[in-house]
């Protein structure tokens, strides 16, 4: 019986929308396909975020340093070493 109810509610329901309801404004689909891309986008930036932390970590365990250092020579040592060579 109450499989019945459930049924004919439903039923009613759907019979008595308007058909207003049924239409999708073109810029509210707009609006909902570009917050459904930012939250693709948003989580692929946190994954790889995540990603690169959690391989600089494993390289910290094995010694591995993960920053490059780069060293600039001084024009002085450079001129000092020619002389002296």
Known sequence: MFGFIL???????????????????????????????????AIGALATVFRHK???FFKKEKGESTKREIHLR??????????NS
């Open 54 to 56: 959690i391989v600089a």
């Open 7 to 41: 049924y004919f509610v439903c039923f009613a329901v759907v019979c008595t929308v308007s058909a207003s309801a049924e239409y999708i404004d073109p810029s509210a689909v707009t609006y909902t396909a570009q917050a459904i891309a930012a939250v693709v986008v």
């Open 74 to 83: 001084d024009e002085e040592q450079d001129s000092s070493q020619e002389n």
